[in-house]
């Protein structure tokens, strides 16, 4: 550029397109909504509904891992907690550990699993140093000679170990079901619970809606409220009216001295939560609700980044968009609840497996109860959930994500109700029966079983030549 | 009547004060006062572990156990719906309190159970004060192993105590158990050791 082209003209339009860009990033940074522009890089499977909240993670300007880490187990603490963690916090924070801490901070979750690098994400949706079992795990070989020609890349290949969730693989736990036929003589899933419970349940509000049948003239919707008949109907054929919850219970929500706000004609989690809490706090914590958690606008299938059917692209996710309402169908939301928007190769499959065959029998009332398998029987299982120090009940897990991936972490909350668990490990290692909908054999084998076999038999021989 | 002049009033209240203040100040802050060493510390926190985890495992395991044959205890006492272990109740509380003492600085410790024949060898000794420590007490039968080791750039004073065979439940798991690599315990041999760590200046 010749010296002639720095004239104040130039000057002038340069510092105007900079005040200008300035005032735009900085309007952005600190007013504006949507913050995508500062991104570093793609945010992974299991966050990139919350790009526009970037203060979900970063929740101060300044400061390192610890910040990170308090976002982190806000919504992921529960599962760093005993037993299901094998590797808690405090295994590494003893001072002996303090070489080993040098080396890799296991402290801090940041340390193995690092946002905004998608080309570092594994299948799974984490990144995780493939090989970080090494710094205290050296001397596996000697523990245990058939693990001597195993790469420590290998460690969490599907079916063998999970650092934190490794309840459904450990040594004692194989030993005990290895000898499991693939499917068990009488196949059945946990039964549903709730309506069994409902007494025990403390904050089930029973002082304004006693757990007794009401009839069609006891609906306390106000007197302009406009309704018809067919949604009279539903609500009164359902458990609900059964159990005594009126129209008020969903549609209108109580003050702290128990007086009853305005009517709410379409009422989103906050009409459930009165009875459902803890199913709709698991849905908040799961990828379909995640988004009401953090202050944001419903998800919509649009969003996603699995394959989704057009048709329901913009239908925005709550308790009724699988459910519905009045009804409350919840035969409907365990498969077409799901396959109205999901339509990637898993769910397409469906129909044609031998799950969905079982579920259609179950539904048509020729198969027994709970013989069924549904989209929900695997992804929103029916877990024994504590619900304090005291008590647990069976609940639907409506936070989906939770035992989805690694796939191991389903084995335990479904399979294993109706499958051997040699048979499990491989069919949860087999991508392509997996992508058919579990039509037809597995066709590769995991070790861990035969490895945990042999360790048994090894056992049984030292106790035999020790003549026990 | 005679009646003190305000002066006077404002004398009597100063001296007041100041023997109030005077008599506060001699009275030792016993609360705070650093009287007990690092040693002393150690002892005290290790009789108080050692008893509950004695009491647990003659009164809860042992008796429910082997005597009452009313339930079992099992590594896995979620799925067997069985009693904790007395070394796993004593490393719950060991993990217990790491979380806790973690948001109080001033009460800084920690501990943990190993032995040189451990079932899980993330429990044999690392360091050499623990090796020295657990090898000391198998050796001196009621005896203690104290010293000063630095990990991690900072100074810590470190115990070890004897961990003995107290009931039979004891040696029969750790004789009985598919990864002990020691099988000949008997009642009353030292199975291992309790290392207790308290942060030292200097």
Same mark, same amino acid.
Request: proline share 2%.
């Given at each position: 550029m010749s010296e002639q082209a720095f004239t104040p003209g130039f000057w002038t339009a340069w510092l105007i397109a900079s005040v200008a860009l300035a005032a735009y990033l900085a309007y952005t940074l600190f007013v504006g909504e949507d913050k995508t522009l500062f991104m570093p890089g793609e945010l992974n499977p299991g966050h990139h509904q919350l790009a526009e909240s970037c203060d979900a993670c970063h929740r101060e300007g300044f400061g390192g891992g610890e910040v990170l880490d308090e976002a982190c187990l806000d919504c992921h603490g529960e599962e760093r907690v005993k037993p299901v963690d094998s590797h808690p916090r405090t295994k590494f924070s003893d001072p002996r550990n303090a070489d080993r801490l040098e080396k890799i901070n296991a402290l801090e979750c940041v340390t193995c699993h690092v946002e905004h690098r998608p080309e570092i994400t594994q299948k799974d949706g984490l990144t995780q140093p493939r090989d970080m079992c090494f710094h205290c795990h050296a001397g596996i070989g000697d523990d245990r000679p058939s693990h001597r020609e195993m790469s420590f890349e290998t460690c969490k290949d599907s079916g063998c170990h999970n650092f934190h969730n490794n309840r459904a693989l450990y040594t004692d736990f194989l030993v005990k079901h290895m000898d499991a036929p693939p499917t068990a003589a009488r196949p059945r899933v946990p039964g549903r619970e709730f309506a069994e419970v409902v007494e025990e349940i403390m904050e089930y509000p029973r002082d304004h809606y006693p757990v007794e049948p009401l009839g069609a003239a006891a609906k306390d919707a106000p007197l302009d409220v406009l309704f018809s008949v067919r949604l009279w109907r539903q609500w009164l054929e359902t458990a609900h009216a059964q159990a005594g919850v009126n129209c008020s219970a969903c549609h209108q929500q109580r003050d702290e001295q128990g007086e009853l706000g305005p009517w709410n004609e379409h009422p989103g989690p906050e009409g459930c939560v009165a009875c459902h809490?803890?199913?709709?706090?698991?849905?908040?914590?799961?990828?379909?609700?995640?988004?009401?958690?953090?202050g944001l606008s419903p998800m919509t299938p649009a969003q996603a980044r699995l394959p989704m059917q057009e048709t329901a692209a913009h239908e925005e996710l709550d308790c009724v968009?699988?459910?519905?309402?009045?009804?409350f169908d919840v035969t409907r939301a365990a498969v077409e609840g799901c396959l109205r928007c999901h339509a990637d190769e898993h769910s397409l499959a469906y129909e044609d497996s031998p799950h969905h065959r079982l579920w259609k029998a179950e539904v048509a009332g020729e198969g027994e109860a709970n013989s069924g398998v549904s989209c929900a029987t695997c992804h929103m299982p029916r877990i024994d959930f504590d619900v304090s120090e005291w008590m647990s009940r069976t609940m639907v897990d409506h936070n989906q994500s939770a035992n989805l991936s690694p796939n191991s972490k389903m084995i335990r909350s479904a399979c294993i109700h109706c499958h051997g668990l040699g048979f499990t490990l491989d069919a949860l290692?087999?991508?392509?029966?997996?992508q058919r909908n579990f039509s037809g054999q597995p066709t590769v084998q995991v070790r861990s079983i035969d490895l945990a076999r042999a360790d048994q038999e090894r056992y049984q021989r030292e106790l035999e030549a020790a003549g026990q | 009547m005679k009646v003190m002049s305000r002066k006077k009033w404002t004398a009597v209240a100063a001296v007041a004060g100041l023997c109030t203040a005077a008599a506060v100040s001699a009275v030792p802050d016993v609360a705070n006062q650093p009287v007990i060493s690092p040693k002393a510390m150690a002892d005290a926190l290790h009789v108080v572990m050692d008893s509950d985890r004695t009491v647990y495992t003659r009164q809860i395991v042992n008796r429910l156990v082997k005597k009452d044959k009313v339930i079992e205890a099992s590594e896995h006492f979620e799925d067997d719906k069985a009693?904790? $272990?007395? !070394?796993?109740?004593f490393r719950?509380?060991?993990? $217990?309190? !790491?979380?806790?003492?973690e948001k109080l600085p001033d009460v800084a410790f920690s501990y943990s159970l190993q032995s040189l024949w451990p079932i899980n060898k993330q429990n044999e000794p690392k360091t050499d004060a623990e090796k020295e420590g657990l090898e000391y007490v198998a050796d001196n039968k009621g005896e203690n192993f104290y010293t000063v080791e630095e990990l991690g750039g900072k100074k810590y004073f470190t115990a070890v105590y004897a961990d003995t065979a107290v009931a039979p439940v004891c040696v029969s798991c750790h004789n009985d158990h598919k990864d002990s690599p020691r099988r000949d315990f008997e009642l009353g041999d030292v199975m291992g050791g309790v290392v207790i760590r308290i942060p030292v200046q200097g």
């Open positions: 809490g803890l199913e709709v706090q698991r849905f908040q914590q799961g990828k379909h609700g995640m988004r009401l958690a953090a968009s699988c459910h519905g309402a009045h009804d290692a087999d991508e392509t029966l997996i | 009693l904790v $272990l007395p !070394a796993q109740m719950f509380g060991s993990e $217990l309190v !790491a979380e806790r003492t």
